[in-house]
């Protein structure tokens, strides 16, 4: 789980530009993009499609999670996927806050939540899949 993390880190932060001065803080902040999916609106198709599945790549993170907590019901292992994966990605994009070659966006984390909850619910599939052959 902690090398998954470090290449999602990674990948989100590279080419770690950061901002020289504090004073350009408050420019950064301003060009966070609050309007989810606005930057694949008007991008090239296949632009968008490897972002969108670069950020999907978070949906391993959520089944790592839901493998971690088998005592814990199906439901509450997918809320703390969701939850997980929200946190790292408002953690990531505030990171990218004091980068100059990126901009952060709430796409980024909505699209890390769902991954990693998706990650969870597949988690629970292969989990009834394996259990029905044994």
Not at 111 to 119: E, S, V, Y
Request: hydrophobic share 50%; glycine share 8%; charged share 20%.
């Amino acid at each position: 789980m902690i090398l998954i993390l470090c290449i999602i880190a990674y990948v989100e932060l590279s080419p770690f530009d950061w901002i020289r001065s504090a004073d350009q803080i408050p420019f950064r902040v301003a060009m966070i993009e609050w309007l989810p999916f606005s930057s694949y609106y008007g991008a090239e198709p296949q632009a968008a499609l490897f972002d969108l599945a670069k950020n999907c790549f978070c949906w391993a993170l959520g089944f790592l999670i839901a493998a971690g907590t088998r005592d814990v019901s199906p439901r509450k292992r997918q809320r703390l996927a969701a939850m997980v994966g929200l946190l790292v990605g408002l953690v990531l994009e505030g990171g990218q806050i004091a980068l100059q070659s990126r901009n952060p966006s709430l796409t980024d984390v909505l699209l890390f939540g769902g991954a990693a909850w998706a990650g969870a619910v597949v988690f629970e599939r292969y989990r009834r899949i394996r259990d029905v052959r044994v």
